[in-house]
């Protein structure tokens, strides 16, 4: 299963490995279709491929880390 996501970093996470933790604990692959990082925060379109139940995990856990993940569609960050 495929589910693009619009991904939008806190200045705090901008640093962290949050997206390959969550790929390798969740068995998830990630691909970035577009993305832009500044110095106070960070934004990025990607699809997610995996099973279902692996997904919600997925972006459970980048909610809890702070990421504010929204369902997304096309490949361009306005």
């Given at each position: 299963?495929n589910?693009?996501?619009?991904?939008?970093?806190?200045?705090?996470?901008?640093?962290?490995?949050?997206l390959?933790t969550?790929?390798?604990e969740c068995?998830i692959?990630p691909?970035?279709?577009?993305?832009?990082?500044?110095e106070?925060?960070g934004e990025?379109?990607?699809?997610?491929i995996?099973?279902?139940?692996?997904l919600?995990?997925g972006?459970?856990?980048?909610?809890?880390?702070?990421v504010?993940?929204?369902?997304?569609?096309?490949?361009?960050?306005?």
């Amino acid at each position: 299963m495929n589910r693009r996501i619009k991904l939008m970093f806190p200045q705090e996470l901008i640093k962290e490995p949050v997206l390959f933790t969550m790929a390798k604990e969740c068995d998830i692959i990630p691909n970035i279709r577009r993305a832009r990082i500044a110095e106070d925060a960070g934004e990025m379109i990607l699809e997610l491929i995996g099973e279902e139940s692996n997904l919600d995990k997925g972006i459970r856990m980048l909610e809890e880390k702070g990421v504010d993940v929204e369902m997304a569609e096309g490949d361009v960050i306005e």
